[in-house]
């Protein structure tokens, strides 16, 4: 009988906690239902466009880039460490045409030159890719390698960036003052204009509805009589439909000759 009494007992004590444990929790249910969960903090433009712009877990993809001088066009494939870079310069008597590609520490070049004189026979120069040697080359910073995903310098432009506003869906508009971060001239060496700008250069952005930054249109302003007001455009696009990079192999390449050389150390 003691026994069944302690065993009545205890299921009973049992049960009390238990209930006390349910009416707690239900209170702390309502509780949780009835406090409002603090509203989390509007996104930041500015980090919204640095997420934008290509990493080295984005496929390959295509970019042009263009200002005053001229337009330069490729591919970067991030899995490989791989790209291209197509460039087309004008001269009076000539068009030259020069591609590249990189792959990790590698480069081959291609040259074309057209116009009225046959200048490419003249210089000796074979129409086929050339392997760069960079110990040959006076200044080997000079020969483009593959240095990342970012070849328009987007993410340089956006860090200098100041007031960073979005707009309608996907578009964002800013400025820039040079004289606040210098070294952006540097890192944008071929805008020659930019190095007699000491103001702020606007600039609008797009990014794409997969995520990725597809267009940053930076505003150049005129400095003096002999340079107009321009614009510099990065563009990137076709993720994951653009071909891949990657080195060439047996008879697609050649080692390159001693005039390929004299186009960067002449």
């Known amino acids: ?24 929790t239900l209170v702390a249910g309502c509780d949780d239902k009835a406090t409002p969960e603090a509203a989390a903090p509007p ?12 990493d080295e877990q984005d496929p390959a993809f295509r970019f042009t880039t263009s200002d005053a001088s001229g337009d330069v066009s490729g591919v ?26 990189m792959v990790e520490s590698r480069t081959w070049m291609k040259v074309n030159f057209k116009g009225a004189k046959d200048i490419q026979k003249l210089m000796k120069l074979p129409t086929k890719w050339m392997e760069m040697d960079p110990a040959k080359i006076e200044g080997p910073d000079s020969l483009p390698t593959y240095e990342g995903t970012d070849p328009g310098n987007a993410d340089a432009i956006i860090r200098a960036a100041t007031d960073v506003q979005a707009g309608e869906p996907g578009t964002y508009t800013g400025v820039v003052d040079l004289s606040a971060t210098p070294e952006l001239v540097d ?10 700008t000491t103001g702020q250069l606007p600039f609008s952005a797009v990014v794409g509805a997969d995520g990725n930054l597809a267009e940053l249109t930076l505003e150049i302003p005129a400095t003096g009589k002999k340079k107009k007001a321009s614009e510099y455009v990065v563009e990137y696009f076709d993720f994951g439909a653009a071909p891949e990079v990657v080195a060439f192999t047996g008879d697609q390449a050649q080692q390159a000759p001693a005039p390929a050389y004299d186009l960067f150390n002449g």
């Open 1 to 24: 009988m003691t026994q069944r009494t302690g065993t009545t007992a205890t299921t009973r004590h049992l049960a009390v906690v238990a209930a006390a444990l349910l009416a707690a």
């Open 43 to 54: 996104p930041d433009p500015k980090q919204e466009l640095l997420a934008a712009v290509p």
């Open 76 to 101: 970067v494939d991030p899995a490989n460490r791989g790209m291209d870079i197509d460039t087309v310069t004008k001269d009076k008597d000539f068009t030259l045409e020069m591609s590249f590609r």
């Open 187 to 196: 890192v944008l060496e071929g805008l020659t204009a930019l190095g007699d």
